[in-house]
């Protein structure tokens, strides 16, 4: 006989260049001077990043050894699992850390450029370079620089620093796999295959490689800075994020005498060939398979990356909703966090999921846009998440009063 479990939202990690925790990312959408200061346009220049705020690792991930054998990228998500297991009440609860099944969404390994540098120079001066390059990978490089199936790597990561040994399910493909990721987490607890899911992603937008690879495609910004709704087609900004949550049947969580963040409805997937309105119309498609919505106490946090094409078409879609449903309030938050690729959708989530808790939406970031109107009281968040090139995703979350 199926089983349908309501699923309860019970742990949040998240790290963004606003800061760790859902406390330092409400003060930083506070105002726009304040997140506005966080964007680093010089490191790369031309492009703009939104570089993740100092961590003290020791907090998190204890063990030197450790720390050495990730790098940024892999720092950032393990930390915020990390910060979502001690938010649910499980961190250092071996019994309940034993039925914790991981789903998470990274980028394949990145390159540590300096040590790529200095393996080049020796092998220059080598009489044997073939040897010297065999050496040296060996002593210079962290496994994650092997590894093209770094989220696996992720995974057990998590498990070794975090002591969660349940199953494992990982994903790559950008934004969609953070889609997928948190998509696979929900249906195993809504069906009863998973007590506990740890569902999440990361992003580190300081790698010039990954910035050679978008840049030269045409997707960056790189010009001076300019409002998220209003780029040209050359328009995202990437940010370094950890983005993490608890999900648990709440039946469980109620057991373990937890109250949720918020409750998660539904997370439905898409992948178009974006012909034009092709987004648009998966978007109703999916719109249209939620849970029935009313308009009062609804806001929306969109997951618009910023590239000109599929940021234009989701904003038209998002005015045309808004009037239809009477007025909604939307935010894009890639304005203040950067767009996050794997992990954004999953930092949407947790937004949405503290503005459901609070019953209330952080004030515009783009005051001088419509879409972004002031909100009232809300206890129903939708986010969307649009790749930049592919993938789209709708998730509900709603206030568990």
């Not at 961590?55 to 930390?79: F, S, W």
């Not at 910023?306 to 808004?322: D, Q």
């Not at 935010?331 to 503290?354: I, V, W, Y």
């Not at 009232?376 to 998440?385: K, N, S």
Request: net charge negative; hydrophobic share 45%; glycine share 12%.
């Amino acid at each position: 006989m199926s089983v349908t479990q309501e699923v309860w939202i019970t742990g949040i990690g998240l790290v963004t260049a606003l800061g760790e925790g859902i406390e330092a990312q409400w003060a930083g959408l506070a105002t726009p001077e304040t997140w506005r200061a966080r964007i680093d346009s010089t490191s790369f220049a031309p492009f703009h990043i939104h570089p993740v705020a100092g961590l003290d690792l020791d907090r998190q991930i204890p063990k030197k050894g450790d720390q050495r054998a990730m790098g940024p990228l892999m720092h950032y998500g393990v930390y915020a699992a990390g910060l979502a297991l001690a938010d649910a009440g499980i961190a250092g609860d071996a019994e309940a850390l034993g039925k914790v099944d991981i789903s998470v969404a990274s980028p394949g390994g990145e390159r540590d450029i300096a040590a790529d540098e200095q393996i080049f120079a020796a092998m220059e001066s080598a009489n044997d370079p073939g040897r010297v390059l065999n050496e040296r990978l060996l002593a210079d490089l962290r496994p994650t620089l092997f590894l093209a199936q770094l989220p696996n790597l992720f995974a057990g990561n998590i498990s070794i620093v975090h002591g969660a040994i349940g199953s494992s399910r990982t994903f790559m493909g950008e934004e969609a796999a953070g889609i997928a990721a948190l998509r696979n987490g929900f249906l195993r607890v809504r069906a009863g295959q998973s007590e506990i899911s740890l569902v999440g992603g990361c992003f580190n937008a300081a790698r010039a490689d990954s910035l050679l690879l978008y840049g030269p495609g045409g997707y960056l910004l790189n010009r001076p800075w300019a409002p998220l709704w209003n780029r040209p087609p050359a328009g995202m900004t990437l940010g370094s994020m950890g983005a993490f949550l608890v999900l648990e049947p709440a039946a469980l969580a109620a057991r373990r005498g937890r109250r949720p963040h918020a409750r998660l409805l539904s997370v439905l997937a898409d992948q178009t060939d974006r012909q034009p309105d092709a987004a648009s119309r998966a978007a109703e498609r999916q719109l249209q398979a939620l849970p029935p919505t009313e308009a009062g106490g609804l806001a929306i946090l969109s997951g618009a990356s910023g590239a000109g094409a599929p940021t234009g078409e989701e904003r038209r879609w998002l005015a045309a909703l808004t009037v239809r449903r009477g007025g909604l309030a939307v935010r894009g938050t890639a304005a203040a966090l950067g767009h996050g690729m794997e992990a954004s959708f999953l930092a949407n989530l947790a937004l949405a999921a503290s503005c459901a808790e609070r019953g209330a939406l952080f004030p515009p970031l783009a005051p001088e846009d419509p879409l972004e109107a002031e909100a009232g009281a809300i206890d129903r968040v939708l986010v969307t998440g649009w790749g930049h090139h592919r993938g789209e995703g709708l998730a509900l979350v709603e206030a568990a009063r």
